[in-house]
């Protein structure tokens, strides 16, 4: 079973500072989803990464695949307290549990006026 | 196109008795998964429907059990209920069994087992 790390658990900034936040594996990711997630939401999808190195951009948000499809960071810019939220990285199993995602225990990031 | 909706939103039940959650998936998606999430943490796969067969499954117990429809919303049913069942259910549906695009996520249905 593919377990992700996420680090830190929890983040608390001031508006405008700068945070990444870093998603781990011992196994290589077929894919790797980030999602967003507000109190009394379910989560809702960022980006999906699926090529070693790859680099997506989404407004302030940057995500990074590394190389070698084991690891993955979100970082973002300036921060706002509209980015306040659960940041969840997930990766499908593949194989016979194609269907399933695991995912990462979070990262709780508050972000102070 | 409409999202994916969960009903209902808040539960209360009481140790022993049995619930059924509510899925309608987002239109054009024909795969189904459930999750379970402890407060605090990640989401946990319960299990996914696809064509209205169990496709995979987590490490949940038999009680917990599902349904999808010809028109693909579903139902999560779990039955003797104990307190640690209580947390927030998710449903989210893709258009494809490995989601590779993405999952829709609901807002959640709010168990609580007293």
């Known amino acids: 079973t593919q377990l992700l790390e996420q680090s830190p658990q929890f983040l608390s900034i001031q508006e405008g500072e700068n945070l990444t936040v870093y998603c781990n594996s011992s196994?290589?990711?077929?894919?790797l989803q980030w999602y967003r997630q507000e109190p009394g939401e379910g989560p809702v999808l960022l980006v999906t990464?699926?090529?070693?190195?790859e680099v997506k951009k989404l407004k302030r948000l940057t995500f990074q695949f590394g190389d070698a499809r084991k690891d993955s960071s979100l970082h973002i810019t300036a921060a706002q307290p509209g980015d306040t939220g659960l940041y969840l990285c997930?990766?499908?199993?593949?194989?016979?549990?194609?269907?399933?995602?695991?995912f990462g225990q979070g990262t709780i990031l508050t972000v102070h006026p | 196109e409409t999202g994916v909706t969960q009903s209902p939103t808040h539960l209360i039940k009481t140790r022993g008795q049995q619930v059924t959650l509510r899925c309608s998936s987002q239109s054009g998606h024909n795969t189904v998964s459930w999750y379970q999430q402890a407060l605090g943490q990640g989401p946990q796969f319960i299990f996914q429907?696809?064509?209205?067969?169990?496709?995979g499954r987590g490490n949940f117990p038999p009680r917990f059990s599902g349904l999808q429809f010809p028109n693909y919303s579903s139902e999560l049913n779990v039955n003797a209920l104990e307190l640690d069942d209580s947390a927030l259910y998710l449903c989210?549906?893709?258009?494809?069994?490995?989601?590779?695009?993405?999952?829709?996520f609901g807002s959640g249905t709010r168990l609580t087992v007293v």
């Open positions: 429907y696809y064509r209205e067969e169990e496709n």
């Open positions: 997930a990766s499908n199993a593949g194989g016979t549990s194609y269907g399933k995602l695991t």
């Open positions: 990464v699926v090529t070693g190195g």
């Open positions: 196994s290589v990711f077929s894919s």
């Open positions: 989210a549906s893709s258009f494809n069994v490995g989601g590779g695009l993405g999952y829709t």
